[in-house]
């Protein structure tokens, strides 16, 4: 049996005793300057076709890497975003996570991903932690806890240090940054006002999000449909999700209709009026905030709104770059609004 410590205490060794080459080095190996190198290296006109490919032919061979952290000190810039979010459990996080890194790359910017556990202690940590010159900006969905203290010192102080922030999905709407959101009061209430018209009379709203501005803004636009006829069930997820909306279901038997506020109630509502022997959508109707993947795994299979994560991740990122090559532009924050899509299955 191999003594795997010693291996890699030989690998380490060789490792670090083995030097880097430099574009000094090169430029003595091929006997030309080292601006010469550094032209070839990026295409520049000036330096003919033979030389570029020569230059390059030994630096593959040599396997030359560039000082990242040079370049970046000399351009005053990382070419690297934090980006802080509550979760990555949750799929529409992930999703928009996929869309800025995606942009990002295209854009040949790196990313430090960063997750908060909806604590703020942990999203100034974050913040704290990446100010130091790690990042040129941030791209932040604030959490759950952030919004119940109303503790946003953090980002101000961030702000002022010069850092641009772009926030996405939870927003804190007296602070000026760019923000990327669906119009989540107008998206609840047509919804709304598509289950009135489908005939249904008597819906609930049933949410596990109503600590946050998402939640806060969809109740309101149910709210705005329905007046005195509204129907609330607010999940305390740290219960029995599933018995809660088996309680509210029992004690309201004349609702015909539901909204789910967030990405999984929708989902655990048709699970649980199955069970009761509802009949769906003839006897109970439900429309979830969600998107395919949640929405395929109830049966039968929630309609949902997808609130287009992927795209308002691009669109963040998007943002932030242009805060970024405007540097002089401290004003004319913007707020942009997602187009959504409904997507009718068979819940509706």
């Known amino acids: 049996m191999p003594n795997l410590t010693a291996y890699s205490f030989f690998y380490i060794f060789i490792s670090k005793t083995k030097k880097m080459i430099t574009l000094k080095d090169l430029a003595e190996k091929l006997n030309v300057s080292i601006s010469t190198v550094s032209k070839a290296l990026h295409d520049n006109p000036e330096i003919s076709i033979e030389t570029i ?9 040599y396997n030359y890497q560039p000082n990242k952290i040079a370049q970046s000190l000399k351009a005053n810039a990382s070419k690297t975003i934090g980006v802080i979010i509550p ?9 928009a996570l996929n869309g800025i890194e995606k942009e990002a790359r295209e854009k ?6 960063c997750t908060s556990n909806e604590q703020l202690d942990k999203e100034k940590e974050c913040l704290q932690l990446l100010s130091n010159g790690s990042v040129d900006g941030f791209i932040v969905a604030v959490s759950e806890e ?9 980002f101000t102080a961030t702000q002022l240090s010069k850092i641009p922030i772009v926030m996405f999905d939870r927003v804190i709407a007296d602070f000026t940054c760019d923000k990327v959101i669906i119009d989540d009061f107008e998206e609840s209430k047509n919804l709304t006002l598509k289950l009135l018209d ?3 009379k008597n819906i609930a709203f049933i949410s596990s999000i109503n600590d946050l501005n998402v939640g806060n803004s969809r109740l309101e636009g149910y709210k705005s449909v329905m007046k005195e006829k509204t129907n609330t069930l607010f999940i305390d997820t740290k219960k029995d999700i599933q018995e809660q909306i088996k309680i509210f279901l029992l004690n309201n038997k004349n609702v015909d209709a539901a909204i789910a506020a967030d990405n999984v109630s929708g989902t655990i509502l048709i699970s649980v009026a199955n069970h009761l022997g509802y009949e769906i959508p003839k006897e109970l109707s439900v429309i979830g905030f969600a998107d395919e993947q949640i929405s395929n795994l109830s049966v039968p299979k929630l309609s949902y709104l997808n609130q287009n994560a992927h795209q308002i991740g691009k669109r963040a990122m998007q943002l932030l770059l242009n805060r970024l090559e405007d540097k002089s532009n401290t004003t004319n924050f913007i707020t942009e609004k997602i187009t959504t899509t409904f997507a009718k299955q068979e819940s509706f």
């Open 108 to 113: 040949g910017y790196h990313i430090i991903t």
């Open 87 to 95: 979760s990555l459990l949750n799929r529409f996080f992930a999703k």
């Open 53 to 61: 490919k020569r230059v390059k032919e030994v630096a593959a061979l």
């Open 198 to 200: 489908h005939g249904k």
């Open 146 to 154: 952030t919004q119940k203290v109303k503790d946003y010192s953090h």
